[in-house]
């Protein structure tokens, strides 16, 4: 059985209000030994609440996006290695930002990518509610156009395509690397980790964040997701049938349209 030591990395924009929780959550996880919180062009007091809750912080003077984040965060640590003289983290934990206490419920993710039995798990999250306490919505175009293209891509059938809370290896990150941008970063990480011939691991864990509606909000969400998801596919080579069928789809092309102002 292999051990190492395991770094925390959140993206986050404006979350002064969970990013506190969060941390300090993230910091009391089995073998974590560094949280790393990158502040991605926040116009709160996210990056003070974080340091205060005692992660590191980086930051971004714009949003760019949290695929560029997680990389901002992992390079911080690669340089934070050397300059203090370091065991390097042989693992990467990656979570959201508005997880707040339930962080706590991560611990699954890491057991197995530590022991060398994973090289990438990912959290399969209890079904979601908004904060009025309604379902999350959405009609599943998204999460069903992730799902199939990672399995006509890759072969691996996921349940959690787009689920942000990961643990994965240093060697898997940098197999992953560059990662997909956007909203895109987990179903380009998926299938590249699978195409390595590593081992990925869906885990069920008790987590809560932010949940979006069927609002115009949650709309225009989901089709920033789906732009972003649809582009790292067709990056790993899904293209003709498949992506016409999902552009031609009337509320996919309906979400386009919202999502260019037309």
Request: hydrophobic residues 40%.
């Amino acid at each position: 059985m292999s051990t190492g030591r395991v770094a925390c990395v959140i993206p986050a924009k404006n979350e002064e209000t969970t990013i506190a929780a969060t941390v300090a959550a993230a910091r009391e996880l089995p073998q974590v030994a560094t949280v790393i919180v990158v502040d991605d062009g926040s116009s709160d007091g996210t990056a003070q609440h974080a340091t205060a809750a005692g992660a590191i912080v980086v930051g971004h003077d714009r949003n760019r996006g949290k695929a560029a984040a997680i990389e901002s965060g992992v390079n911080a640590l690669g340089v934070l290695e050397q300059r203090d003289n370091l065991p390097e983290a042989t693992a990467i934990l990656l979570l959201d930002a508005d997880l707040g206490e339930s962080a706590a419920g991560a611990a699954p993710l890491i057991g197995p990518v530590v022991s060398g039995a994973a090289a990438l798990t990912i959290g399969v999250l209890p079904a979601q509610t908004t904060d009025d306490g309604s379902p999350a919505g959405g009609h599943g175009i998204v999460l069903n156009t992730a799902r199939r293209g990672i399995e006509e891509l890759s072969g691996f059938s996921a349940r959690a395509p787009l689920s942000g809370q990961r643990c994965i290896t240093r060697r898997a990150f940098e197999l992953a690397s560059p990662l997909a941008a956007g909203f895109g970063i987990e179903v380009g990480m998926t299938i590249d980790v699978v195409r390595a011939g590593l081992t990925v691991q869906e885990i069920d864990v008790d987590l809560q964040h932010r949940a979006t509606g069927n609002d115009l909000a949650g709309q225009l969400h989901r089709a920033k997701q789906l732009k972003d998801v649809t582009r790292a596919l067709t990056a790993r080579g899904l293209i003709g049938q498949t992506t016409g069928e999902l552009r031609s789809h009337p509320t996919v092309s309906g979400l386009l349209d919202r999502l260019r102002g037309r």
